[in-house]
């Protein structure tokens, strides 16, 4: 019989941290955690706490949510979906039948999967769930550090350690697992990022690997296991916040990932760039942007970075992107337009982070409608001023192309106190990491 009852939550919850070494990696202090909205979970009410564990890691408590998770929509029953939409606002409150949908699919890879039974599917997805973000702790990069694997972005390190012919073993929980699942979680670690993807946050390039790799004919069940993978990543990750059940996953997520997962499955006949059309004009259509103008195109990527659905909101960017100056406005076509991202070869990462934090920072303005125009003015230009210094940086090769520009500091700032950063204060270490640092404390680059 399913229980959510608290002490089955944490029971749960220390039959995890049992079977997987690495879980708790991720609650020490030299763990690099995603600065995507503040903490808010309360101490009583934190996997931590309960836990022994002194401090706040946000990635401890995202990781276990995420497996709580995968165990809800495992059970798929009702006192599941009341458990996993339990702090999410009614109004967007993730629909049974759209729960059910997600339930259904995970059903669908094990019911058809040729060579791994349930048990063993359940045990690899848990495993890449645990897995997947080890790039953010010290211990994992300090136990990799012999294989000379050193990504700065954790997703690469994971597809890195995958990669590689030896470096996995090393990994408590990639040891235990059988060579079925191994070749899985190899086959599917580096398919494609769903969330670039889901964010708009690239052009259509972002579709590229997950083209060439022709896993849709070839093993579409590979492809729906790294599907639920995400999904459950996605609705963990506000588990820093409230670890009662998914905050993110409501339906607004829901429609979002449908439709980038339907954009990924149309590369089975088409390419990339209609892949990206696909996704976009959706996109386009719940903000009520008709793609006229290269300006339109670049105001829909923005609200998919911003997680935005609704006419109302489009109008708000219109707003926004309309109040600043010409030649910011300008600059803007330049380098956030789908065709800027073939100067950079990687993906920038956690830039959507930085407009999120700043439209959720109350501190900026009162209404939803006057922080979707501050985060404009505000955020687009920095970002913007960033992205030329990189790619000035790339064209004198003081910085690899390998290395992305990673928003995450950025980010972390905006959701603070000190949300308004001057451009003039942008620097970018060798490793791709924005900063903002004081004019007479900083290198001159751009």
């Not at 094990?110 to 953010?136: F, Q, T, Y």
């Not at 708009?200 to 599907?227: H, Q, W, Y």
Request: proline fraction near 4%; charge should be neutral.
């Amino acid at each position: 019989m399913f229980s959510s009852s608290h002490d089955e939550i944490y029971e749960s919850a220390a039959k995890y941290l049992s079977l997987y070494p690495e879980l708790h990696w991720y609650a020490y202090a030299d763990v690099t955690a995603t600065n995507e909205a503040v903490t808010t979970q309360s101490p009583e009410g934190s996997y931590a706490k309960r836990f022994g564990k002194n401090g706040v890691f946000p990635e401890f408590e995202r990781s276990l949510c995420c497996l709580r998770c995968f165990d809800l929509l495992l059970e798929g029953s009702k006192a599941a979906y009341e458990e996993f939409t339990n702090s999410q606002p009614l109004n967007i409150k993730l629909k049974f039948e759209h729960f059910q949908t997600l339930c259904r699919r995970w059903r669908d890879v094990e019911d058809s999967h040729p060579s791994l039974n349930c048990e063993d599917l359940r045990a690899a997805a848990r495993a890449a769930i645990v897995l997947g973000d080890i790039g953010k702790t010290g211990d994992a990069r300090r136990l990799m550090s012999r294989f000379q694997i050193m990504a700065e972005d954790h997703d690469d390190f994971y597809a890195d350690v995958m990669a590689h012919p030896e470096a996995a073993d090393d990994l408590p929980t990639f040891r235990r697992l059988n060579l079925g699942q191994r070749v899985l979680l190899r086959k599917t670690a580096d398919l494609a990022h769903f969330g670039h993807i889901t964010h708009c946050e690239g052009g259509p390039e972002m579709f590229a690997d997950l083209k060439t790799s022709n896993i849709l004919t070839k093993d579409p069940r590979a492809f729906d296991f790294a599907v639920h993978v995400y999904v459950c990543d996605v609705a963990g990750a506000l588990g820093h916040r409230s670890n009662k059940g998914s905050r993110s996953y409501d339906d607004q997520t829901f429609r979002a990932i449908e439709a980038a997962i339907d954009a990924c499955r149309s590369l089975k006949t088409q390419d990339e760039a209609f892949a990206y059309e696909h996704y976009l004009r959706k996109r386009a259509d719940w903000l009520g942007i008709m793609l006229t103008s290269e300006s339109d195109r670049i105001l829909v990527r923005v609200g998919a970075m911003m997680r935005l659905f609704e006419p109302e909101q489009g109008k708000a960017l219109r707003e926004g992107f309309a109040s600043l100056p010409a030649r910011e406005q300008k600059n803007a076509l330049r380098y956030l337009s789908p065709i800027a991202d073939s100067y950079f070869q990687r993906t920038p990462t956690y830039l959507p982070a930085v407009l999120v934090n700043l439209l959720n920072n109350e501190r900026t303005a009162q209404t939803q409608h006057e922080r979707i125009c501050k985060a404009i003015r505000i955020g687009v230009p920095y970002i913007v001023e960033a992205l030329r210094k990189y790619n000035n940086l790339l064209l004198r090769k003081e910085i690899s192309n390998a290395v992305p520009l990673n928003f995450n500091r950025i980010a972390g700032l905006m959701a603070g106190e000190k949300w308004y950063i001057g451009l003039k204060n942008i620097d970018i270490t060798t490793d791709g990491d924005v900063r903002d640092v004081p004019r007479s404390n900083r290198r001159s680059i751009g």
